[in-house]
């Protein structure tokens, strides 16, 4: 659940440049597009490849009791 959520924070912050479209000019839209993606994807990558392992670890665990 904690990665899943995580994930989902990341993507509402990867999302968080579209109010920045009431305010600002055309270049800082596209400057935070830009930075929003650089910034928040490399957390959504891990988060999703720590859900693959903790979920292979809980397998093997439960399947070894």
């Known amino acids: 659940k904690e ?3 995580a994930e989902i924070a990341h993507w509402l912050m990867t999302a968080g440049w579209i109010v920045t ?3 600002n ?12 993606h650089i910034v928040n994807f490399p957390c959504l990558i891990i988060q999703r490849y720590n859900r693959i392992r903790l ?3 809980l397998n093997k665990k439960l399947g070894s009791s």
Do not use: D, E, G, K
């Not at 800082?28 to 929003?36: C, E, L, P, T």
């Open 3 to 5: 990665t899943r959520r």
């Open 55 to 57: 979920i292979n670890v």
């Open 21 to 23: 479209t009431l305010f």
């Open 25 to 36: 000019p055309l270049w800082a839209i596209i400057f935070n597009i830009i930075f929003a």
